[in-house]
C-alpha cells in the first residue's frame, strides 16, 4: 500500500518562507511524477507543481513561479516544496501527489492523481 506523509506545514508572515517534504513509501517513488496541490479557505483543490521522476523538468502554476521550487531525493523516497515570498492568498492544506501510470508530470499538471497524502497547512499572515 502506497502512503504519503507530509510535514513542514506551519504559520508564518508575509514574506517569510516554509519547506515541506513528502515521504513516500509502499512502491518504487523514483519510478513516478509526484507533485503538488493545494485546497485553500472556500476554494477547489488547485495544481502548485509538479516534477519528473529524474527531478530534471518541473512545471509550476503561474502564481507560484519564481517563489516555490520542487524537488526530490530519490534516494529517500522524498519529495519537497521550498516555499519563499509567501503571501496571504498562499494560505492552504498542500497536499502531495504521485501518478503512478507516469514519469512525467503531463497528468499531474491536469490533476490526474492517483496517491494523495492526508495535507499539511501552511498559513500566512499579513
Known amino acids: 500500500q502506497v502512503q504519503l506523509i507530509e510535514t513542514g506545514g506551519g504559520s508564518v508572515q508575509t514574506g517569510g518562507s516554509l519547506t515541506l517534504s513528502c515521504v513516500v513509501s509502499g512502491r518504487t517513488f523514483s519510478l513516478y511524477a509526484m507533485g503538488w496541490f493545494r485546497q485553500g479557505p472556500g476554494k477547489e483543490r488547485e495544481f502548485v507543481a509538479a516534477l519528473n521522476w529524474d527531478g530534471n523538468n518541473a512545471y509550476y502554476e503561474d502564481s507560484v513561479k519564481g517563489r516555490f521550487t520542487v524537488s526530490r531525493d530519490n534516494a529517500k523516497n522524498t519529495l519537497f516544496l521550498q516555499m519563499s515570498s509567501l503571501k496571504p492568498e498562499d494560505t492552504a492544506v498542500y497536499y502531495c501527489?504521485?501518478?503512478?501510470?507516469?514519469?512525467?508530470?503531463?497528468?499531474?499538471?491536469?490533476?490526474?492523481?492517483?496517491?494523495w497524502g492526508q495535507g499539511t497547512q501552511v498559513t500566512v499572515s499579513s
Open positions: 501527489a504521485a501518478d503512478s501510470s507516469s514519469a512525467y508530470f503531463y497528468g499531474l499538471v491536469r490533476g490526474k492523481a492517483d496517491y
